[in-house]
């Protein structure tokens, strides 16, 4: 079963400069996920999509940062204008199951690691 | 709001065992998961605990208490590619049932 695929690995931008990043998940999971992981710390959730509606953006910075998920498939998470806090490690991850008592294993692809100078 | 503490750093050589401890602070506390992260990989899964006590699987085992909102990872017969990066993450039924990580405990496994 292929993984989470995510590109690009690497992306060097200058602030003040766009930026995108793209997602396919495990085929068949309904749930998608969008993280920050800044150096040091643990993932942060940006956004979650339950196939292609949005479920939660409570700690996505709508002011420079949009996603969409539009056939509730591949994703697309794009920053503009991008700042020198936004260098981190983006990662995807997916799940088939979200119900209350499921383990809600989440599966990450590698991330694309961004660096705003 | 929530909370989840764990060390930051531990060391341990090879063939021993280490548990790294998770204490965590939730209004809705649905389980806890644990993930493995090598330098530059993704999150893997590890294991999951909903009810107190242990679970096994091979050579790692977690714990959970729910009544003291702590629990652990005990990794046991420890191999040098058991060096990288654990979280301890909560799933909180109060933020959706979204899973919130700590800060990562970065064990290193020496000769």
């Known amino acids: 079963e292929a993984g989470v695929a995510q590109s690009p690995r690497y992306k060097i931008i200058e602030k003040r400069q766009s930026v995108a990043f793209w997602c396919n998940p495990i085929?068949?999971?309904?749930?998608l996920y969008w993280y920050q992981q800044i150096l040091g710390q643990g993932p942060k959730l940006l956004i979650q999509?339950?196939?292609?509606?949005?479920?939660?953006d409570s700690q996505l910075p709508k002011d420079r940062f949009s996603a969409e998920r539009l056939k509730g498939v591949d994703s697309t998470l794009k920053i503009q204008p991008a700042k020198l806090e936004d260098s981190a490690v983006y990662l995807c991850a997916s799940t088939l199951s979200e119900g209350a008592l499921a383990k809600n294993i989440q599966y990450f692809g590698a991330g694309t690691r961004l660096s705003v100078l | 709001g929530q909370s989840l503490e764990q060390p930051s750093e531990v060391t341990a050589v090879e063939g021993a065992i280490v548990q790294i401890n998770c204490t965590y602070q939730t209004s809705g506390f649905y389980g806890l998961s644990w993930y493995q992260q090598h330098d530059g990989g993704a999150p893997t899964f590890l294991s999951y605990?909903?009810?107190?006590g242990l679970e096994e699987t091979g050579r790692f085992s977690s714990f959970l208490s729910r009544s003291d909102s702590y629990g652990y990872l005990l990794l046991q017969e420890l191999q040098m590619k058991d060096s990288a990066s654990y979280f301890c993450?909560?799933?909180?039924?109060?933020?959706?049932?979204?899973?919130?990580f700590g800060q990562g405990t970065e064990l290193s496994v020496k000769p």
């Open positions: 085929s068949g999971h309904a749930t």
């Open positions: 605990n909903a009810l107190d």
């Open positions: 999509f339950q196939n292609n509606g949005v479920v939660d």
């Open positions: 993450a909560v799933r909180d039924y109060n933020q959706g049932g979204k899973l919130i």
